[in-house]
Every structure is written in structure tokens, then in C-alpha cells.
């Protein structure tokens, strides 16, 4: 509630949402107004009771972060709620909204930032120049158990990959993670549908996603430069950039990098031609 997550109009049907989830059908009122409310700690304490309990079946990670997604969708509004405040936020200016949403989806759980305070970050010489360099830890490590039950799992048809709009709310799978507690901003660019959100495993700050509505392959065209246009008209305080259009990449999206990338306009007259080195 401190976090304006719950409405106090919804405090009991939501207790009741976690009475039927734990198999209980009574709830005594407790006093933790001098506790500290550490969300990590109350999720573990809830989950291990869930596998005491034999609510699931086994306590790997992949489990575990199913059951404690299925607890935070519970308290996550649904989405027309939060497309509607957003909307609002937008009307005052679009750096309002991002910031909410950014908030939110942090405050959901979506983004763990429990993991994200473990990523490493520094900054190295190179040839050219000092080059930022991060090692992300906020995807959980399977245990052995985990992907031998990931590999049993069947593929879904429904649910084609991370990107889809069909993640929105989704319950999860040993193979697919749960995204009961996931909004996404719906957006339109070239006159096509696309959703806005953040990376759950934010690379950096406010590492935004923008993807398209349908499930198709990466590909750089003449298009790509218009929706890139149209995203930071809608979103001026966002750069956006585009990964290359390897055929792996299953699904078109596009992010927003680490800093905005300012090139001054008399280097760009220049060079004709810039050449980047990828490692
Ligand atoms: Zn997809």
C-alpha cells in the first residue's frame, strides 16, 4: 500500500486472492507496523512456506520465481489501469510517464532490483577510448534439475518467444518465465502496433524495450529509420537504437542504449561512412 500498488478499496479481495493461493480459509489481522518491510525477504519467507506446504513441488529457482511472480501479479493492477495513469502522466510530459512506469515496474517485482544491485560495472581503457563494461547477474542461474525440467517442457504455439504481446500476465512455464506482474504500454509507430516496456534484467538505467506487435524477424529497412523517428517524437528524452538483423533475432524490437548518443553535427558532414567495432 506504501507503494501505491494496492488501492485500500482492494485490501480484502486481495488478501482472499492470497488466502485461496497458500489453501487457507482464515486470516488474523498481524501488527508489522514496526517491522521493516524488506520485499525480498517477505517473497523468500512466503515461497518456502508455499514449498513446506507442498504448494510446489520442488524449491529450484525456476520454480521458486514462478510462485513468487504468481504472489506480485496478485497485487499488480491490470493493464487498461495502468495504460490509463500512464496516459495521464503522458498529458503532463512524457518524462513523467517513463518515470511512473519505470517505478512500477520495479515496485511489481517485474524488474528484481534485488539481482540488479549484484550486476558488475566498470569502465576500461581501449583503443577507443573508455568503454563501459557491465556483467549482468540478474538472470537467475538454473540449477541442473531446473533446465532438465526446462527441456521436458513443451514448446508453445501461443507463446512464441519473450517479446510477444502474450507475455502480458502470462503464468509462466518451466521454460518461459511468469509475467503475472508485466504491463506493457501500447504505442503506435508507422502506423503499426507496438508495446513499450522495460527490460525485466535491465542492463542499465531505464533500459527500455520497444517491440512489435507481432511475432516477426529482425530486419533493418527504410521502415525501422521511421518507427525509430516516431519513438523519439512520442518520447524525446529516450534515444533509441537497433540491434543488427541477425536471423536469430526472432522478433523486431528495439532499445534504448546505455547513454544517449550525442554526435556532433559537424562530424557527422565528415564522415560519410562510420564503421563500429563490435566485440
Ligand atoms: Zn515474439
Keep these: 500500500m506504501q507503494k501505491k500498488l494496492i488501492d485500500p478499496a482492494d485490501r480484502i479481495y486481495i488478501i482472499n486472492q492470497y488466502l485461496d493461493i497458500f489453501h487457507l480459509d482464515e486470516y488474523q489481522e498481524q501488527d508489522v507496523s514496526t517491522e521493516k518491510i524488506v520485499l525480498e525477504h517477505i517473497l523468500k519467507n512466503l515461497t518456502d512456506a508455499a514449498y513446506e506446504r507442498k504448494i510446489i513441488e520442488s524449491d529450484d529457482i525456476v520454480t521458486r520465481d514462478l510462485f513468487d511472480t504468481k504472489l506480485m501479479g496478485v497485487m499488480t493492477a491490470r493493464p487498461s489501469q495502468i495504460i490509463d495513469k500512464f496516459q495521464k502522466y503522458y498529458k503532463e ?4 510517464a517513463t518515470e511512473f512506469f519505470y517505478e512500477f515496474s520495479q515496485d511489481t517485482n517485474y524488474i528484481r532490483r534485488y539481482r540488479v544491485k549484484k550486476d558488475m560495472k566498470w569502465k576500461a581503457d581501449s583503443p577507443y577510448g573508455k568503454i563501459d563494461i557491465t ?16 527441456k521436458n517442457a513443451k514448446q508453445s504455439a501461443y507463446l512464441k518467444c519473450q517479446l510477444c504481446m ?16 508485466h504491463r506493457i504500454i501500447p504505442i503506435t509507430m508507422n502506423d503499426s502496433r507496438w508495446g513499450f516496456q522495460y527490460s525485466p534484467y535491465v542492463y542499465y538505467n531505464e533500459h527500455c524495450i520497444v517491440f512489435n506487435g507481432e511475432h516477426t524477424p529482425m530486419k533493418i529497412d527504410r521502415n525501422a529509420f ?21 536471423p536469430m533475432r526472432k522478433h523486431i524490437f528495439l532499445q534504448k542504449p546505455m547513454e544517449n548518443l550525442i554526435i556532433p553535427l559537424h562530424q557527422l558532414q565528415e564522415k560519410r561512412g562510420m564503421c563500429m567495432s563490435w566485440i
Design 226 to 246: 521511421i518507427k525509430l523517428f516516431d519513438f523519439v517524437k512520442q518520447f524525446p528524452h529516450y534515444f533509441l537504437g537497433s540491434n543488427a538483423d541477425i
Design 135 to 150: 556483467i549482468n547477474l540478474s538472470k537467475p542461474e538454473k540449477d541442473p534439475k531446473a533446465i532438465a525440467a526446462a
Design 93 to 96: 510530459n512524457p518524462e513523467a
Design 166 to 181: 502474450e507475455n502480458e500476465g502470462y503464468a509462466g512455464r518451466m521454460n518461459h518465465p511468469a509475467r503475472q506482474n
